[in-house]
């Protein structure tokens, strides 16, 4: 691996764009040829995660209208396929269907180091150029590795949310770098279209903060659209804002830290293995990551902690990010609401723990259905749960060595009469360093439950077929990365959406 260093450059330097970050990041892209076994087989995983979810994701609201968008615009040729329609897509539309169907319950693949990410987000505009320009399995899966080695190389390098700028900005360069590697670019083109990928999906961390809305699902898919559109652009000689992380109104100078960002990235060397993805993990649980170890942690104290109504108050004892993104320490009173949007609950570690202290569970609907956060108990127990900060824990987030980082915490339950039940959980179970680290058997597993009563048994064992032989395919069996659902049901149920202008 080679470290990359990163700093602002006034126009007069003239910077050569092979220093630059965006050719870079395009030339691991179009260098990415033979496939590391163990990440190709981590990608076919990932396959699998995205489809669990977008396939038990259907019939919500957001993802129902991002499909119904999509419909209006066919394929003029051969087009991609949109999860829960036949009707073949425009890639670009696909990318923002499924990619919204995707993210919609927050219950996929995971990296967090300087910044967060969730890299299965590149897969969807991915799979819709791949289908769309006739490419094989084996091209995909070239260009996801590519993807989520920009993706993970970024999300250490640069860290985007503490000037509150949404992790999106670090996906759309990703996804470019993806499309450029699984179309066999040339370097010159993937790097015209990091940057204009870059310039057009910056936006603020609002979207995560406050009352959360249905954007949270479309952010990423919105960042897929533009990659594609920025590559569609670039192929046809278009040239982009340059150099668009150092020039001097660029990315660092005016985003992040100003004229005197300096930043390293590390970057694998030409022929060096492509292995970033294996760095990633996914979910057990439907919610925010940092919420994972603690809804096992809430599952693990249940039985220790007695009757619920004896407990005079919580703390989480967690990093600065646990805190103040998805705790008490983001002062956002949504954070308690029980009328709060689904997207606002699954961003609050006070009602996760309080609802898997009560049930030994999640559930990625029933745990927030309105009912469910309404209840009179649950609101009681919800509003004695506080977080704080607490610095050793904040290191363990940030630790450089992937075998000591952590996103847990320790929780503490004072009691009526004054005793106290205690535990902590570095690890979530499911991740690659926990109690039960998500296998191929345990993705498998995911998806079975989440399609149940959606996708016949048979439609899953060809789906799982399908994705477990994704190196293989060809450019027509690509089809078989969609499980089949009843697409007239799902017809029926997009026809009661409120009409747009398209």
């Known amino acids: 691996m080679k470290e990359h260093h990163v700093r ?4 007069a330097d003239r910077l050569p764009r092979e220093e630059q970050l965006a050719w870079k990041l395009a030339s691991v892209a179009t260098g990415t040829d033979e496939l ?19 396939t038990a994701s259907l019939l919500r609201r957001p993802v129902a209208v991002a499909r119904a968008q999509a419909r209006a615009h066919p394929a003029a040729t051969r087009g991609a396929a949109v999860f829960g329609t036949t009707t073949r897509i425009s890639p670009e539309w696909a990318a923002w269907a499924n990619g919204t169907a995707v993210r919609e319950l927050d219950f996929h693949d995971t990296y967090l180091a300087a910044d967060y990410s969730h890299p299965g987000d590149n897969i969807p505009p991915l799979l819709a150029v791949a289908q769309h320009t006739g490419r094989t399995g084996a091209d995909l899966l070239r260009g996801v590795i590519a993807a989520y080695e920009t993706h993970v190389a970024l999300v250490k390098g640069i860290c985007l949310h503490e000037h509150r700028i ?23 083109t ?3 279209a990091v940057q204009q990928a870059v310039h057009t999906t910056t936006a603020t961390r609002q979207s995560r903060k406050g009352e959360i809305s249905s954007w949270k699902a479309y952010a990423p898919a919105f960042a897929g659209k533009a990659a594609i559109e920025a590559v569609d652009r670039a192929l046809r000689g278009e040239t982009s804002p340059s150099p ?3 020039g001097e109104d660029g990315f660092l100078a005016r985003l992040l830290d100003g004229p005197d960002s300096a930043y390293t990235v590390t970057l694998p060397e030409p022929g060096e293995p492509r292995r970033a993805i294996l760095d990633t993990y996914t979910k057990e649980h439907s919610a925010e990551y940092q919420a994972q170890a603690v809804i096992d942690l809430a599952r693990r104290l249940r039985d220790r902690a007695g ?9 989480l004892h967690t990093s600065h990010h646990t805190h103040h993104v998805i705790g008490s320490g983001a002062n956002d009173p949504q954070k308690y609401d029980p009328t709060a949007s689904r997207e606002t609950l699954d961003h609050s570690v006070p009602y996760i723990f309080a609802v898997a202290l009560e049930d030994g569970t999640w559930h990625h609907e029933r745990s927030y259905a309105p009912e469910r956060a309404r209840r009179t108990a649950t609101v009681e127990l919800w509003r004695k749960i506080t977080t704080v900060e607490d610095p050793a824990w904040t290191r363990r987030y940030h630790d450089p060595d992937p075998a000591r980082r952590a996103f847990g915490g320790r929780a503490v339950l004072t009691l009526a009469d004054g005793s106290v039940v205690e535990d902590e959980l570095a690890l979530a179970d499911a991740h690659p360093g926990g109690a039960r680290p998500f296998d191929r058997p345990a993705y498998t597993r995911k998806f079975r439950t989440l399609a149940e009563g959606v996708v016949t048994p048979a439609a899953q064992d060809r789906f799982l077929a399908a994705a477990e032989h994704l190196a ?4 027509a ?26």
């Open 472 to 475: 293989e395919l060809s450019a």
């Open 244 to 246: 668009i992380y150092e």
């Open 36 to 54: 590391d076994v163990d990440s190709a087989a981590m990608a076919v995983n990932r396959v699998i995660d995205n489809a669990s979810v977008a």
């Open 190 to 192: 993937v790097y015209q």
């Open 307 to 315: 009757p619920l109504e004896r407990v005079r108050s919580i703390v």
């Open 8 to 11: 602002v450059h006034p126009s």
């Open 166 to 188: 949404d992790h999106v900005a670090h996906l759309s360069a990703a996804t470019a770098c993806g499309l450029g590697a699984l179309l066999r670019l040339p370097t010159p």
């Open 477 to 502: 069996d690509l089809d078989g990365l969609f499980p089949a659902v009843d697409t007239a049901a799902v017809a029926a149920h997009d026809a009661r959406l409120p009409k747009g202008l398209f």
